[in-house]
């Protein structure tokens, strides 16, 4: 599990590819204070295990699922990533749940500065824009980030200069394409709720009322 308050900002060092996956050679810093193979980093919001590493760098294997899901596969030797260790059972909760399990993409439509802060524009799927609410939460390429307005086709964030200084947003341009995670805990609302005419559930004193009710 992650938070979605990025760590460091890493740099893509090489991108050995094979018919259908590849891996993703990502040089870093302060990830290495307790690193350890088969340890979980997300990049990008997506997350990944770790196969190798050495040198202030670490390798992940990234599946054809993946390349083909997210926005890894445009990926450069160069490129920037956000960078997150699983969460520490010690540690503070200083976003929201994140599995680094992407829901989809989304392509930013427009970037528009607001005095300190910076409005980023995000056109996604349907699928994607249903489990999103005004004030909630989304993973924008691993960063925990507030929705401030939402339409049938987009949805925008407001980005504080922190947020802009420690993470790869900026880099970004309009027409580029992000990943996505939606708050966990309206899909597992819906999936409940769908079972709602299931024997088991019938049963249950949980109903799709009483979460109404409760304010799900």
């Given at each position: 599990?992650?938070?979605?308050?990025?760590?460091?900002?890493?740099?893509?060092?090489?991108?050995?590819?094979?018919?259908?996956?590849?891996?993703?050679?990502?040089?870093?810093?302060?990830?290495?204070?307790?690193?350890?193979?088969?340890?979980?980093?997300?990049?990008?919001?997506?997350?990944?295990?770790?196969?190798?590493?050495?040198?202030?760098?670490?390798?992940?294997?990234?599946?054809?699922?993946?390349?083909?899901?997210?926005?890894?596969?445009?990926?450069?030797?160069?490129?920037?990533?956000?960078?997150?260790?699983?969460?520490?059972?010690?540690?503070?909760?200083?976003?929201?749940?994140?599995?680094?399990?992407?829901?989809?993409?989304?392509?930013?439509?427009?970037?528009e500065r607001d005095d300190n802060a910076v409005w980023l524009t995000v056109s996604t799927s349907p699928l994607v824009l249903k489990y999103i609410i005004e004030k909630g939460s989304?993973?924008?390429?691993?960063?925990?980030?507030?929705?401030?307005?939402?339409?049938?086709?987009?949805?925008?964030?407001?980005?504080?200069?922190?947020?802009?200084?420690?993470?790869?947003?900026?880099?970004?341009?309009?027409?580029?394409?992000?990943?996505?995670?939606?708050?966990?805990?309206?899909?597992?609302?819906?999936?409940?709720?769908?079972?709602?005419?299931?024997?088991?559930?019938?049963?249950?004193?949980?109903?799709?009322?009483?979460?109404?009710?409760?304010?799900?």
């Amino acid at each position: 599990m992650f938070t979605g308050i990025i760590e460091e900002i890493g740099t893509i060092t090489a991108i050995p590819k094979k018919a259908k996956s590849a891996q993703l050679k990502i040089k870093a810093t302060l990830l290495f204070d307790d690193l350890k193979l088969g340890d979980s980093v997300a990049v990008n919001g997506v997350c990944l295990t770790v196969t190798e590493f050495g040198d202030k760098q670490f390798a992940a294997d990234v599946m054809n699922e993946t390349l083909s899901r997210s926005n890894l596969g445009d990926l450069q030797t160069g490129s920037k990533v956000n960078l997150e260790r699983a969460m520490s059972a010690f540690g503070r909760f200083g976003g929201h749940i994140v599995s680094g399990h992407i829901d989809g993409t989304g392509r930013i439509i427009a970037i528009e500065r607001d005095d300190n802060a910076v409005w980023l524009t995000v056109s996604t799927s349907p699928l994607v824009l249903k489990y999103i609410i005004e004030k909630g939460s989304i993973a924008i390429d691993g960063i925990s980030l507030t929705v401030a307005r939402i339409t049938e086709n987009n949805f925008a964030v407001s980005i504080i200069p922190h947020t802009t200084k420690a993470t790869t947003l900026l880099d970004k341009k309009v027409g580029d394409y992000v990943n996505l995670e939606n708050d966990i805990i309206g899909k597992y609302v819906e999936r409940f709720c769908s079972l709602s005419n299931n024997e088991e559930m019938a049963n249950s004193n949980i109903t799709a009322e009483f979460l109404a009710r409760a304010g799900f």
